[in-house]
């Protein structure tokens, strides 16, 4: 009896386990420079289209660069970052559940 019962737990605590490892792996899809918001300034630091929720997270770290899009769809830079404000993007990006921000656009 015990060990028929060992046989249907391995694989429940095998499928558990790959089910749990899934749920808290991070998001790991990388912004993609091929894929900007359209309303980014040229420049190296954009959003990326897709993977922008947006979740508003990043404004409150850098709203002198950046805001949301016409629609509220995504979030973009409208402004560059220079001197101290690079501090800020850089918030921004740390902070990005998505990774959806990236400094190497061009
Ligand atoms: S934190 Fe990231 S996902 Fe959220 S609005 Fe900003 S760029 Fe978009």
Redesign the pocket.
């Given at each position: 009896m015990k060990f028929r019962n060992a046989q249907i737990h391995i694989p429940l605590a095998i499928v558990c386990a790959v089910l749990l490892t899934s749920a808290l792996k991070p998001n790991l899809t990388m912004a993609d420079k091929n894929n900007k918001v359209p309303e980014n300034v040229p420049g190296p630091w954009y959003?990326d289209n897709e993977?922008?929720?947006?979740?508003?997270?990043?404004?409150d770290e850098a709203p002198e660069l950046?805001q949301y899009n016409a629609d509220e769809s995504?979030?973009y830079f409208y402004k560059q970052p220079e001197g101290d404000e690079l501090a800020k993007a850089q918030s921004?990006r740390d902070?990005?559940?998505?990774a959806?921000?990236a400094e190497d656009g061009e």
């Open positions: 959003v993977l922008c929720t947006p979740c508003r997270v990043c404004l950046l995504k979030v921004a902070v990005c559940p998505q959806a921000i």
